[in-house]
Nanobody
Framework: QVQLVESGGGLVQAGGSLRLSCAASGIIFSINGMGWYRQAPGKQRELVARISRGGRTNYTDSVKGRFTISRDNAENTMYLQMNSLKPEDTAVYYC????????????WGQGTQVTVSS
C-alpha cells in the first residue's frame, strides 16, 4: 500500500507565499506522473500543475508565473512553491501520484487547506 502525505498548507495574506509538500511512502518501484489539484468551496476540482518523472511540467493558466512544481525522485517527494498568492487561490489542495509496482495505480493525498486573506 502507498500513502501520500501532504504538508505546508495554512493561512497567508495576499501576496504571500507557501510551499506544499507531498511525500509518498510504501512499496514503490517508481512514480510516474505527479501533480496537484485544488477544490474551492462550491467549485469543481481543477488541475493546478503536474510534473512527469523526467521533470516536464504543465500549469493551469491562472497560476503560471506564480507557482512552481518540482519533485525529488530519490525521496519520492513533490513540492508546489506558491508565490504572489491571491484570495482566489483559496482551496483544499490535493496531490496525486501514479505509482508503479506490478501495475500503475493512482493515489491521492488527504488534502491540505490553503487560505489566502485579502
Amino acid at each position: 500500500q502507498v500513502q501520500l502525505v501532504e504538508s505546508g498548507g495554512g493561512l497567508v495574506q495576499a501576496g504571500g507565499s507557501l510551499r506544499l509538500s507531498c511525500a509518498a511512502s510504501g512499496i514503490i518501484f517508481s512514480i510516474n506522473g505527479m501533480g496537484w489539484y485544488r477544490q474551492a468551496p462550491g467549485k469543481q476540482r481543477e488541475l493546478v500543475a503536474r510534473i512527469s518523472r523526467g521533470g516536464r511540467t504543465n500549469y493551469t493558466d491562472s497560476v503560471k508565473g506564480r507557482f512552481t512544481i518540482s519533485r525529488d525522485n530519490a525521496e519520492n517527494t513533490m513540492y508546489l512553491q506558491m508565490n504572489s498568492l491571491k484570495p482566489e487561490d483559496t482551496a483544499v489542495y490535493y496531490c496525486y501520484a501514479k505509482v508503479y509496482s506490478d501495475y500503475e495505480y493512482l493515489y491521492w493525498g488527504q488534502g491540505t487547506q490553503v487560505t489566502v486573506s485579502s
